[in-house]
Every structure is written in structure tokens, then in C-alpha cells.
């Protein structure tokens, strides 16, 4: 099957951007360098193609009580404008999906999944839906999304693309009536630094991108970088820190599961994992050496005895150093355990550390 392309295409590959799947879709991983591109993020602003992402609006005289069957965290009485990180999970805990829920208005949420998961996340919410008066709106192929990251972003979206954005303060959204239609803007992003998701049309993200990168003020950025940046600062990607068998128990998210909420699919499974400890857990890991740690690599305890492996492993770009990711027997989770990882044919000695690499700057 041919990957889906996203509104911007056309544009990455004038930019020559390296292209490369990615969750179905033929997406930028590189215009000039993800060293470069990381840096513009973390010193001054850069620009991604977010368009694969997928998104759900929820809406009817249930809506509040059906997004709280099915997401960990708790939307009761939001304030209009609230964001939400969680997860769906199925009965077992296992993740589904992490996601974001917006409060739209009164009994209106905006969700936003992984592009990887649209179709399995759409199915599966349709199948939560007996008993609930709500209607589910699958707006994926509707939205185009760019985000817009770094220290410089709020000045950028406010002077170049025209969007008032600085009263927004971390996690809150509001929409904007321009060019004849309703987009939606957010203060959020997932680089640990500041700066603001933007949601319309496919001729309205057009339009946003080529401003942006006609400024000269904006770095078009991959997700080669989104990956590192990410990473840095601690937050997990579906496919590797979260999955069908990671749960967020085991990813170190129960703060994102509400076990006072009445119910949740997937809350007597997380409780009972929560009280007893999880078997296994996901962990940073920081190597002494130079050698990179990738997805997949074994973790060995001392006597060189396999006890789990690397979700995902870089040499930082913004510390220099050679740390990963990585589910891990529970027993050898404390900080400081000294571990090895397996690097092709030879082992290295590492030491568990926290998992957030870099300290997040997202403005308060």
C-alpha cells in the first residue's frame, strides 16, 4: 500500500528534504542536518509538518463521560480551553494510544492521536461507544497542523503569522476565526521547549508554512530532530515507551492515570499493578562511553544475564552524552544500578539515571 502524503509534501521535497516513512506517511526526517535543526529548536525557533497526526472530535450530551471511560486522565469540569495528556488503555492496561484532549466547550473534545494509530484508535473508540449519546467525528483528513518550537515561537506566531497567541499559557488552547474558517491554536508542542500547535485547513497550513519559512525566522525541522529533542527531555513515543504490552504503570505516567475518577477501561489492571509494582519498568540509562545505545539493544546486569532492552538511545546533542531509554526488570530499576548494554559484540558499562536527559523550558 502507497504511504499517504501530507499537505505540505510537495514542499519538503522543494526544500530537499530527506523523506522516509513514517506511522503510513512519506514524512521530512532531515532538510539540512538534525544537529542543526535540534539546535534551532532548542536556541530559536523551527518549524514541523505535524499533519499526520490524527484527530477525533467528540461531541453530544455524553461526551464528557465517554472521554472519561476511555482516556486515564480526568476531564470532569475542564475549563473550556483545557489540554489534557493521557492514555487509552485496554482492560488489560496495555496502552492503545498516548494522546491530547481539548476542551472544545460543553460536551466538545478535540482529541489527537499518532499518526501510526489513527485507524486502530479510531476502531477502537467506536467500539467504546454503546451506551454513550455521543457523535464521533474522525477529522483527520480535514486538518493539516504545523508546530511551531523554540524560545523565539511566540514572537514568531504572533508577528509573522499574524495569530495572537501570548496569553495562552502551557496546555491551553483557543480557536481564531481568520481566512474564513475556524483553526485552532495551541500551547503545546513535544520538544521540552516552548511553542505552539496550529490546526486548520490543508491551504490554511499551507499558507502558515510559507510565511514562516519566507521569514527566515522559522528552521524547517524533521522528525529526525523531533525524535532527539523528545527523547531529551524524557517523553515517550508509542511504538517504543508506550505499547499494547508497555503500560503507563510500567512507563512511569501513573501521575497521567486519575484512580479516584469512578472508571477508566484499564483501571483495575493499572491499580493492581500500581499497588504490587510492575515486573517490569522503563528506565534512563547513561553510558560511560562514547557508543550509542539503539532501540532494541540488550541490557545485561552484571553478570551479563539479559534483565531488558533499549526503547530508544542517542549520544545527546544538547548534553553530549550516550544515554538511553529502556524497559528494564523492576529489580534493577533504582538510580545508580549499574548495568551493562550490548553493542553488537561488545558490552558496556552504564548506570540508571532519570529519564529526562535535559530540563524542559516550557513557559509556566
Known amino acids: 500500500m502507497e504511504n499517504k502524503k501530507t499537505c505540505l509534501y510537495d514542499r519538503h521535497v522543494a526544500l530537499g528534504a530527506l523523506i522516509s516513512p513514517f506511522g503510513g506517511f512519506d514524512m521530512p526526517i532531515q532538510y539540512t542536518n538534525i544537529t542543526d535543526e535540534h539546535q534551532a529548536v532548542r536556541q530559536d525557533c523551527g518549524v514541523f509538518d505535524v499533519s499526520h497526526m490524527g484527530e477525533v472530535r467528540i461531541t453530544g450530551a455524553d461526551a464528557e463521560r465517554y ?6 486522565n480526568d476531564v470532569t469540569n475542564a475549563p473550556t480551553g483545557q489540554i489534557y495528556y493521557g492514555m487509552m488503555c485496554y482492560p488489560d492496561g496495555g496502552t492503545v494510544d498516548d ?3 481539548y476542551k472544545m466547550g460543553e460536551q466538545d473534545f478535540f482529541l489527537v492521536i499518532n499518526a501510526a494509530n489513527i485507524d486502530k484508535d479510531v476502531d477502537w473508540m467506536r467500539q467504546q461507544m454503546n451506551g ?4 464521533l467525528d474522525h477529522q483527520s483528513d480535514y486538518y493539516g497542523q504545523v508546530a511551531v518550537q523554540g524560545p523565539q515561537s511566540e514572537a514568531v506566531v504572533e508577528e509573522v503569522l499574524g495569530l ?3 496569553e495562552l499559557t502551557f496546555y491551553t488552547a483557543k480557536t481564531i476565526d481568520t481566512a474564513g474558517e475556524t483553526i485552532i491554536i495551541s500551547r503545546t508542542g513535544y520538544t521540552g521547549e516552548d511553542g505552539f500547535e496550529i490546526y486548520g485547513s490543508h491551504s490554511f497550513i499551507q499558507q502558515c508554512w510559507d510565511k514562516l519559512i519566507a521569514s527566515g525566522r522559522c528552521k524547517p525541522c524533521g522528525l529526525g530532530c523531533r525524535d532527539t529533542l523528545r527523547f531529551e527531555v524524557g517523553l515517550p513515543l508509542y511504538g517504543d515507551e508506550l505499547s499494547e504490552s508497555i503500560t503507563p504503570v510500567m512507563a512511569g505516567l501513573s501521575m497521567f492515570c486519575k484512580f479516584d475518577k469512578p472508571e477508566f477501561i484499564g483501571k483495575a489492571a493499572l491499580q493492581t499493578q500500581k499497588a504490587e509494582g510492575p515486573k517490569q ?8 562511553d562514547k557508543a550509542i545505545p539503539r532501540h532494541g539493544y540488550d541490557v545485561l546486569n552484571m553478570d ?3 534483565i531488558g ?11 553530549d552524552k550516550s544515554v538511553c531509554m529502556a524497559l528494564i526488570d523492576a529489580a534493577y530499576g533504582k538510580l545508580d544500578t549499574p548495568v551493562q ?16 536527559f535535559y530540563d524542559k523550558h516550557y513557559k509556566k
Open 164 to 166: 495572537a497567541c501570548k
Open 309 to 319: 532492552e533499549v526503547t530508544t538511545g542517542y549520544h545527546t546533542i544538547s548534553t
Open 132 to 135: 454513550f449519546d455521543i457523535n
Open 304 to 306: 551479563g544475564e539479559k
Open 99 to 101: 494522546l491530547l484532549v
Open 281 to 288: 519498568r522503563i528506565v534512563g540509562i547513561e553510558l560511560k
Open 341 to 356: 548494554i550490548q553493542i553488537r559484540k561488545k558490552t558496556f558499562p552504564g548506570t540508571v539515571v532519570k529519564k529526562r
Open 67 to 72: 472521554v472519561n471511560h476511555i482516556f486515564t
